[in-house]
């Protein structure tokens, strides 16, 4: 029998719908050739939503969410509704309330596209970032107290339990055996100062690691470290696990390297539970509804949520669509750039797959 999966789609705000569109149309030319089926519900969270009524995202909604087999977003984000927000009540409520403890971001360079790094090409960059997604800074632990006095004292904790490090630890050594390229988990961390923290990740890194993944090579950076090498030698990483603000940091200077907002995808991730998968490109509020906005970032979502539903065949001739798409088609990833509108990269890429 046909395997039927429901996907529930929070299209969003600005060119979110517009990417979103491009990535259900080649997820179905996916599941056409390969002989699955695909249901999509809409739902219309955002900042468009919230001006209206005043509702961000409903609990019954969230508890809706929890039965979808995946969820698709877009971007959230509104030129009108103070930084947030939308980001807090969302995004983050989402990642959090479904437990979507990895974050994670592939970095890869497909063909034809334009890396600000100076004699790499897609060869030496090609790595996953694995960030934990539940912990750090972002639990909201902290205060302030003697608001608006001189002595005002603001404090946001960085937050770790050993069980969260241990299943983002876990994840990561199986997600590196899989991947079966060098076979590398680098830690990425802070040992030098953040002596609490860290000691509890890297404790938990090397134990884990000698008892269950003696296969695995074990590195070790520091993220002021890593920053750099992550510019002058891609091509030393395979996969690369850290906190949530490390990660947050460091999955944008990996998107830059691949060509930016265009084309970086995202997925929120709850191994045994509902996944989340996003663009990481943002709103872009300017180009709303102008049709010269690059989908392939979406379009990627799209094959990590379809590989991550098990339908790897299907993922993977999304990925090689796209990469004869940006070897052969595309003139830049730039909205506007492309030589191509939205959908006709989309239809681009759908008819290859
Ligand atoms: C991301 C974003 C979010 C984060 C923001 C929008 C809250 O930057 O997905 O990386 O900090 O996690
Ligand atoms: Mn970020």
Redesign the pocket.
């Known amino acids: 029998m046909n395997k039927k999966y429901n996907i529930a789609v929070i299209p969003g705000d600005g060119t979110g719908p517009e990417v979103v569109r491009e990535g259900k149309k080649v997820i179905r030319a996916a599941a056409s050739r390969f002989g699955f089926s695909i249901n999509f519900e809409e739902y219309d969270f955002g900042g468009d939503r919230y001006l209206k009524t005043g509702e961000i995202l409903p609990d019954s909604a969230v508890e809706e969410l929890k039965k979808y087999d995946s969820i698709f977003l877009g971007a959230?984000?509104h030129p009108d509704v103070k930084p947030?927000i939308l980001?807090?009540g969302i995004?983050?409520r989402l990642?959090f309330e479904l437990d979507q403890y990895v974050?994670l971001s592939p970095v890869k360079l497909y063909p034809g596209v334009d890396t600000p790094l100076k004699d790499k090409g897609p060869e030496h960059i090609d790595y996953v970032v694995i960030?934990e997604?539940s912990g750090d800074v972002?639990t909201g632990s902290g205060g302030v107290t003697m608001k608006g006095t001189p002595n005002e004292i603001a404090i946001q904790n960085m937050v770790y339990s050993r069980m969260q490090v241990d299943r983002c630890l876990k994840y990561a050594f199986e997600y590196t055996r899989k991947r079966n390229k060098t076979k590398t988990l680098a830690l990425c961390g802070k040992t030098n100062v953040l002596t609490y923290v860290f000691d509890l990740w890297e404790r938990a890194f090397n134990e884990i690691g000698e008892k269950s993944y003696p296969d695995i090579k074990r590195d070790y950076y520091h993220v002021d470290a890593i920053s750099m090498w992550m510019i002058k030698n891609p091509e030393w990483f395979d996969v690369v696990v850290t906190s949530?603000m490390f990660g947050?940091i460091i999955?944008?200077l990996g998107a830059i390297t691949q060509g930016g907002m265009g084309v970086a995808a995202?997925g929120n991730i709850n191994p045994d539970g509902v996944s989340m998968f996003?663009p990481?490109g943002g709103s872009a509020p300017k180009y709303t509804g102008q049709n010269v906005i690059n989908p392939i970032a979406a379009i990627s979502c799209g094959a990590m949520m379809l590989n991550h539903l098990g339908e790897e065949k299907a993922a993977d001739a999304i990925e090689n669509a796209i990469m004869d798409v940006t070897a052969n088609k595309l003139k830049d990833m730039g909205a506007g750039r492309m030589g191509y509108s939205t959908s006709e990269v989309g239809d681009l890429v759908a008819e290859r797959v």
């Open positions: 959230i984000g947030g980001e807090k995004l983050l990642r974050n960030r997604n972002y949530n947050d999955t944008d995202g996003e990481i």
